[in-house]
C-alpha cells in the first residue's frame, strides 16, 4: 500500500521541478525578467510538505542563488 503524504511529497517535488526548470530555461532564453513566475513557484513551495528536495539539495551541497 502507497504511503498518501508520501505521494503527495512526491507529487509536489515533481511539479515545483519542473516549473524551476521551466523558468530557467525561459530566462537562459532571454523570455522573462527576473521576476517573473515568482508568485506561482512560491505557490508551489508552499504547497511541498516538508523542505522542497531542490532546496534541500542546494543547501547540502552549499550553492548560491545563482548557482
Known amino acids: 500500500m502507497k504511503n498518501p503524504e508520501a505521494a503527495h511529497w512526491l507529487e509536489a517535488n515533481q511539479c515545483l521541478l519542473v516549473a524551476e526548470l521551466a523558468r530557467l530555461k525561459a530566462r537562459l532564453g532571454g523570455e522573462e525578467g527576473p521576476g517573473a513566475g515568482t508568485a506561482e513557484l512560491e505557490a508551489l513551495r508552499a504547497a511541498v510538505p ?16 545563482f548557482e
Open 50 to 65: 516538508g523542505v522542497p528536495a531542490i532546496d534541500y539539495l542546494s543547501e547540502r551541497f552549499g550553492l548560491s542563488a
